[in-house]
């Protein structure tokens, strides 16, 4: 009766400790849909004026409109297209006013990468952004190539004399050039397959219990 005693509360301690992470899982799941829906419907609001000040914090996704001048000279930004392939993101410098920023303008593949493209006066409409795309594996920039492996806006504006603004196009800026507007697909939400991943190694549990039972039950019949 020990035996058989012990197994069921370790199993049903097991049980219970994998059926909650898998309900943590859900509610995590719930609150991750409606931060990609604030964030998506941030994201399609009508743009406005380029604010006077701007914060990483407060003005991420923030949809604007800026008139002004694209500056020749620009950076090449390694990515990948699915369904494309290779090809490089253009980040140049876009003077409004008496302040300049940062416009990641869209996708050229690797075959244009020295094509001439559209400067001078123009309007973009796009988001506010401060992508995170940095990590230990990143390697630097090859500079002599102009070849960047991510948009580290603080990187990008020191190099092309920009305020550390980022306005990723939303529209066309250049017929050559295919716009990667900002969206939520880059945002991971996995919960889903935690709570599945979870939920069946709780199912998993409970039946490896029931036979260790079953077992214990029956060892315990033949001994008697």
Known sequence: MRRILFLLIFGVAGLGVLVSLGVWQVQRLAWKRDVLAEIENRISAAPEALPDQVSAETDKYLPVTISGEMEPGEIHVLVSVKQVGAGYRIIQSFSTGDRTILVDRGFVPTTAKQAERLTGPME?????????????????????????????????????????????????????????????????????????????????????????????????????
């Open 124 to 224: 973009v409409t796009g988001n506010l952004h401060w992508p995170d795309e940095i990590d230990s594996y990143t390697p630097a920039p090859d500079i002599d190539d102009n070849i960047w492996f991510a948009r580290d806006v603080s990187n990008l504006a020191a190099a092309l004399g920009a305020e550390p603004v980022l306005l990723i196009a939303r529209s066309s800026t250049d017929p050559n050039v295919t716009p990667l507007p900002v969206d939520t697909a880059g945002i991971p939400n996995d919960h889903l397959q935690y709570a599945i991943t979870w939920f069946g190694l709780a199912l998993v549990w409970a039946a490896m219990t029931g036979y260790f039972l079953w077992r214990s039950g029956a060892r315990s019949e033949s001994e008697a």
